[in-house]
């Protein structure tokens, strides 16, 4: 399969996400759902110290932004589930709660995803 955003991605994120181009699309509310359980989870990161909090804490605001600025009947909402799937999938290409680089490959991905959907306003940096 070929994908723009695919071209973008390194090699351990981009297996993942080329399968995701090729199952449906997650509803709304499967995605609040599952960002609300990721919300949940941040909470006992706090006791894994070598966990990232604060990338995990952006990543879900990002989520949330880039879901808000996409409507859910264009093509662009695919696009943007995927970034809001890998974000709360914890066995993606590095396991997010594995240490102090875990969300590395989360916000790689949500990164070329928002950039490839022109919401720059939500790129994480």
Do not use: W
């Amino acid at each position: 399969m070929t994908h723009p955003v695919l071209d973008v991605l390194l090699s351990d994120t981009r297996a993942v996400v080329e399968r995701m181009l090729t199952q449906p699309a997650a509803t709304p509310e499967a995605l609040r759902a599952a960002l609300l359980e990721f919300d949940t989870a941040i909470a006992t990161f706090k006791n894994r110290e070598l966990v990232d909090i604060e990338t995990a804490q952006r990543l879900s605001v990002g989520c949330k932004a880039l879901l808000a600025a996409v409507d859910e009947r264009s093509e662009s909402y695919f696009l943007a589930q995927i970034a809001v799937r890998y974000v709360v999938l914890d066995g993606d290409a590095d396991g997010d709660t594995d240490g102090p680089f875990g969300f590395d490959d989360d916000v790689e991905v949500f990164n070329a995803i928002a950039e490839h959907l022109g919401h720059h306003h939500v790129v994480l940096t």
